[in-house]
């Protein structure tokens, strides 16, 4: 964000009304920052692709093996996932359902469920991912059909390439914990997401409640080429953490795992469970996503063994910051925009996890007084919205188009951010405060544009800044810092509600030396948002945001930063 901005009163254009993106002015698209720091994904042809699933699925029929081994610490169990019993459904009543296809260099194939979370991310199991390359050629998802594909034919549905991946840091193949990964497709997909579950959604996980698993799979706990050819849905109503834990007394993470699911009888005809071969589909209760499915008894419908899956309002923090990890490197770690004072030339800094790399070549953008960064239309490749000094905003997704028109006569406007999801939505939000101290969220419609704003208070005067993007507190909410005139910052945490969006503020840190504090994202790669300061000396300091709203010790960034006029 800009260093200092005018605090003038004037006139708030497009106040009581939505803002819907237009046309480019011509001339200042000539001016605009260039934003495509590297290139765009691979992209093959629907054919490649088919062609591609066709040879996973051929290799995995002839694969001798499960994609891993049962979890050491519970001897008894292994990798779930492929539903015995159950019913035949469409992928009307399931569209986020996603199959997973792997070829390996050895002929190998493998096959795992996933469920669609955002329009270019995947929400799998850990297992599924750790120790494969899903970005290499041989590889496939696809996506908007209930069949398996036969040969080359998708029936219906559509195919990707993967551009990166990401397990959790902490999984463990060896008691199977932290059992969650997200893969990023290479272009962006239409169908519906499945909302995730949040820390705040703890009735989701009550015993008892109905819940659904998904999945194409085996049939039998014995006959290991019995896939469904049509996706299937079994019930599988949540178990308590008690009778989970007795079932498995090893194995089960409390906290991190939960059983669901009737248990099994001993048989296949009279159980109904998920079984080997299909990790990563979603287990679904209430509309929302709250399992992910892990492993289970190696006898599939072994008496009393339920289905295990990882929890995902546990994960949903690190799930989102994945998310929206649409940085200019494509790494999952936030990056950095700097502007040097001497001649105008905008640079992207990325981060190397304890340091920051200036890589990219952005241009001379004149006239710029305001910039920052999210994936506005989710399209898995970072935007910029940025100000000129009469006051229009523009919004440039890309080099191929003319940034498009956002906002006039915002050049009061003493705040414009952009901090992630704050009504709830799982859709990027705007955040502006205007000469009259009063605070709008301007809620994202995930496409560039944004509906009309909610008014959010008007003290908003006694602070020099408001930053944030992305989650401070681990709790799947984006929240934002403001800082007063003393320096002293304050946390005001994020609620998931538009018409109220901040909890009461709390005192966390006294930035009084620093004269620029910046928001990207996650910096060092641990999964919570940070902050970087730039003291009145030039040097950079990175805050670890410790997941609680507060931070970890400071890390030096580096020297010089005095030459650089804007950040974003």
């Not at 093996?65 to 159950?86: F, H, N, T, W, Y």
């Not at 949540?238 to 248990?263: I, P, Q, R, W």
């Not at 305001?370 to 890309?398: A, F, H, K, P």
Request: aromatic share 8%.
């Amino acid at each position: 964000m800009t260093l200092a901005l005018p605090a003038a009163a004037a006139v708030v254009a497009l106040v009581g009304a939505g803002i819907a993106v237009t046309g480019s002015d011509s001339a200042k698209a000539g001016e605009a920052p260039r934003i495509s720091a590297l290139p765009a994904p691979e992209s093959p042809s629907q054919e490649e692709l088919a062609k591609r699933a066709a040879a996973a699925m051929a290799a995995d029929v002839k694969s001798p093996r499960s994609l891993v081994k049962q979890p050491d610490a519970a001897v008894e169990s292994a990798p779930s996932a492929r539903i015995i019993g159950g019913q035949e459904t469409t992928i009307s009543t399931a569209p986020w359902m996603a199959q997973l296809h792997f070829r390996d260099s050895t002929g190998a194939g493998y096959f795992c469920g996933g469920a669609v979370i955002s329009p270019t991310k995947i929400l799998t199991a850990a297992h599924c991912v750790k120790g494969i390359k899903w970005y290499a050629p041989e590889n496939v998802i696809v996506v908007g059909t209930d069949q398996l594909p036969t040969g080359k034919d998708l029936h219906g549905g559509e195919a990707f390439g993967v551009s990166r991946q990401w397990h959790h840091p902490l999984y463990n193949e060896y008691t199977l914990d932290n059992d969650v990964a997200v893969l990023t497709l290479a272009r962006p997909t239409t169908v519906k997401p499945l909302p995730l579950a949040q820390p705040t959604d703890s009735a989701l996980y009550q015993a008892g409640l109905d819940g659904k698993v998904y999945g194409w799979g085996r049939t039998s706990s014995t006959n290991p080429n019995s896939a469904s050819q049509t996706l299937k849905v079994a019930d599988a109503d949540v178990v308590s953490d008690t009778n989970c834990a007795a079932a498995y007394t090893e194995g089960f993470v409390k906290g991190h795992m939960l059983c669901a699911g009737a248990a099994p009888t001993g048989s296949d005809e009279t159980s109904e469970t998920t079984c080997n071969g299909d990790s990563g589909g979603p287990l679904v209760v209430g509309g929302k996503l709250v399992g992910v499915v892990s492993w289970g008894d190696v006898d599939c419908s072994a008496q009393g063994k339920y289905g295990v899956y990882a929890k995902v309002s546990t994960y949903s923090a690190p799930v989102q910051a994945r998310v929206a990890d649409a940085n200019l490197s494509r790494d999952h770690t936030a990056d950095l925009l700097a502007r040097r004072a001497s001649d105008g030339t905008l640079f992207g800094w990325t981060s190397k996890v304890t340091s920051l790399s200036r890589t990219y070549n952005m241009g001379k953008p004149a006239g710029i007084n305001l910039i920052t960064q999210d994936d506005l239309n989710r399209d898995g490749s970072q935007d910029l919205l940025y100000r000129y000094s009469d006051g229009e905003v523009y919004w440039s997704y890309s080099d191929t188009v003319d940034p498009k028109l956002v906002a006039k006569g915002w050049s009061k406007h003493k705040q414009i951010l952009l901090p992630g999801d704050v009504t709830g939505d799982e859709l990027p939000d705007m955040i502006t405060v205007d000469s009259l101290n009063t605070m709008r969220i301007y809620p994202g419609k995930g496409n560039g544009a944004f509906a009309a704003p909610i008014a959010a208070g008007s003290a908003w005067g006694s602070y020099t800044m408001v930053r944030g993007h992305g989650d401070f507190t681990n709790d799947g909410k984006a929240d934002i810092f403001a800082r007063a005139s003393d320096g002293k910052t304050y946390l005001y945490k994020g609620t998931g509600v538009a018409t109220k969006p901040w909890s009461a503020p709390v005192l966390v840190a006294a930035f009084g030396s620093m004269n620029a504090l910046v928001t990207t994202g996650d910096v060092n790669s641990d999964g919570v948002a940070d902050v970087l300061a730039r003291d009145t000396a030039g040097k950079l300091w990175l805050y670890p945001g410790n997941g609680k709203g507060g931070f970890l010790a400071r890390k030096d960034f580096g020297t010089g930063w005095q030459a650089y006029n804007l950040f974003g």
